[in-house]
T-cell receptor, first 114, second 117 residues
Framework: NAGVTQTPKFQVLKTGQSMTLQCAQDMNHNSMYWYRQDPGMGLRLIYY???????DKGEVPNGYNVSRLNKREFSLRLESAAPSQTSVYFC?????????????FGPGTRLLVL | DQQVKQNSPSLSVQEGRISILNCDYTNSMFDYFLWYKKYPAEGPTFLISISSIKDKNEDGRFTVFLNKSAKHLSLHIVPSQPGDSAVYFCAASDSEAGGTSYGKLTFGQGTILTVHP
């Protein structure tokens, strides 16, 4: 039982390049999330998927797209990377604890855009 | 507009003593609160949560207190251990219209806890 896995662990891009961050969970959770963490700031929500087949914008969606490929997988795509997207990206899946949800996080992807 | 704030960037305590981490929020719609612990180069790990219908929740050495009137919550760690040294994030969510079961989280900036042997 791996929980939430993310690939790659680390990536360097040049400005304008594109890439896709992969996330998978094996906990049979319905909801999945993408966050970014910048120095001195908490995690900020980029996009989320409440269930398979649905996606919605979070607090900072500009410059990103997402795909909920199936119940297990939720990918984040940067079409044209910018230095402002240098960050650590975390994927999470949400499981119910009683009536409310607790989110479980992957190990993160460190992205450097030059 | 920072809806969840952790005003202390860092906290240093001696092993065996109590660690108290604080968090304030401004959005009165928040009704579920969580604490996460994060080690370097790892993802956040869920610690403990509390619903707004309670004012206290305990789990072993960890206790979370909620003061709804002050819009303040705190995490107490007793006794503190060197392995508790990490960044601690508080997070909040609201139950959206219709009582949907998923919860978008709003995080504070984090507090770095250092526990000295």
């Amino acid at each position: 039982n791996a929980g939430v896995t993310q690939t790659p662990k680390f990536q360097v891009l040049k400005t304008g390049q594109s890439m896709t961050l992969q996330c998978a969970q094996d906990m049979n959770h319905n909801s999945m999330y993408w966050y970014r963490q910048d120095p001195g700031m908490g995690l900020r929500l980029i996009y989320y998927s409440a269930s398979e087949g649905t996606t919605d914008k979070g607090e900072v969606p500009n410059g990103y797209n997402v795909s909920r490929l199936n119940k297990r997988e939720f990918s984040l795509r940067l079409e044209s990377a910018a230095p402002s997207q240098t960050s650590v990206y975390f994927c999470a899946s949400g499981g119910l604890a009683g009536r409310r949800e607790t989110q479980y996080f992957g190990p993160g992807t460190r992205l450097l855009v030059l | 507009d920072q809806q969840v704030k952790q005003n202390s960037p860092s906290l240093s305590v001696q092993e065996g003593r109590i660690s108290i981490l604080n968090c304030d929020y401004t959005n009165s719609m928040f009704d579920y609160f969580l604490w996460y612990k994060k080690y370097p180069a790892e993802g956040p790990t869920f610690l403990i949560s509390i619903s707004s219908i309670k004012d206290k929740n305990e789990d072993g050495r960890f206790t979370v207190f909620l003061n709804k009137s002050a819009k303040h919550l705190s995490l107490h760690i007793v006794p503190s251990q060197p392995g508790d040294s990490a960044v601690y994030f508080c997070a909040a969510s609201d139950s959206e219209a219709g009582g949907t079961s998923y919860g978008k989280l709003t995080f504070g900036q984090g507090t770095i806890l250092t526990v000295h042997p």
